[in-house]
């Protein structure tokens, strides 16, 4: 069986789903890696508006330090411990919010591209391509929101290409499935929305290593540490400390899963974002990752770089999370 093949178990032969490449293997992602051609033609999709969001967003949270990780080796400064590793599923959006969201997504997918890095089929740079998602993730109210959800202040992701990422799962009985394949993301910041009732498809279920990610090379399918967030409402929103928790989404074997997903970043700890350049270029090739990999570490070279980095996004502060 091939290794790309998700009925494979991948390379590792110990989980049902195959492991995101690394080394060699991820350099070659890069080289044969082509972005999705887009036309730039923007689509009739409905209004954005910031009533869409819901106020006083409650939902349970888990702490890095229960996935492992020591407090020190976290990030800190301005009196906070930067270590929420999950958090949700809640609602971010009003029903109405999500219906729109959904009816956006649901056109960009003239625009997926298939990968063999992570995700089987998506859109990147979704916000590119919608005024209704740029100006969501871009609405104060929003982003306030999300913040709350993690405790630290948080902007869209100056990292363009993969700041908003749509994934589409589609039933196939072949071997030939749509997956997630176990991964960490390359963004520490990371929020899923659900966009369809988990009645609407069988499989697709997010499952996670509650562990730390340097301790998930040999791990089985039966290992305890593997979960599983149940997402099943339609606009279930999750979020995930993306670069350190190991997760993947099983085969859907039938109907159909979407799911939006955001990366946003903190300005106050922009020298320690997670992103790696061939990370990122597993996913869009190389030439495409240079420019984008340009806008973050130049800026945050720079004293400067909160100007730069911050561009085009209202200011969430630290005391906006009191
Ligand atoms: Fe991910």
């Known amino acids: 069986m091939s290794p790309e093949d998700p009925s494979s178990g991948g390379k590792n032969g110990t989980l049902e789903l195959p492991k995101t490449a690394t080394g060699f293997d991820q350099l070659a992602h890069a080289i044969r890696a082509r972005k999705p051609r887009y036309d730039g033609k923007i689509l009739a999709e409905p209004r954005w508006d910031s009533e869409l969001v819901l106020q006083d967003v409650r939902h349970p949270t888990v702490k890095l330090q229960e996935f492992g990780y020591d407090t020190a080796e976290l990030n800190r400064g301005y009196g906070v411990i930067d270590d929420t590793a999950m958090t949700g599923p809640t609602q971010l959006l009003t029903p109405e919010g999500v219906t729109r969201l959904k009816d956006v997504c649901d056109k960009l997918e003239a625009y997926a591209g298939s990968s063999e890095f992570i995700v089987t089929r998506r859109v990147r740079s979704a916000d590119l391509m919608s005024p209704f998602i740029n100006n969501m ?186």
């Not at 929101?145 to 902007?155: D, E, K, N, T, Y």
């Not at 992701?157 to 993301?185: C, M, S």
Request: aromatic content about 12%; glycine content about 8%.
């Open 137 to 322: 993730i871009r609405d104060r109210a929003f982003l306030l929101a999300c913040s709350r959800m993690v405790g630290v202040p948080l902007i869209p992701h100056p990292l363009r290409t993969p700041t908003v990422q749509i994934n589409y799962f589609e039933g196939r009985r072949t071997g030939d499935r749509e997956i997630a394949k176990w991964h960490r993301d390359g963004m520490d910041y990371v929020f899923t929305i659900q966009l369809n009732d988990a009645g609407e498809y069988e499989g697709g279920r997010f499952t996670y290593f509650k562990g730390r990610t340097d301790q998930f090379d040999g791990v089985t399918e039966d290992d305890p540490r593997i979960e599983e967030a149940r997402c099943d409402e339609f606009g279930a929103a999750l979020f995930i400390h993306g670069s350190n928790i190991f997760h993947a989404v099983t085969p859907v074997t039938a109907g159909r899963r979407v799911t939006f997903v955001l990366s946003l970043f903190c300005p106050y700890f922009a020298k320690q974002d997670s992103n790696t350049f061939w990370h990122l270029a597993g996913d869009d090739g190389i030439l495409a990752t240079i420019p984008n990999w340009m806008r973050l570490k130049w800026p945050a070279r720079s004293p400067a770089m909160d100007f730069s980095l911050r561009a085009g996004s209202p200011v969430i502060t630290w005391s906006d999370l009191q």
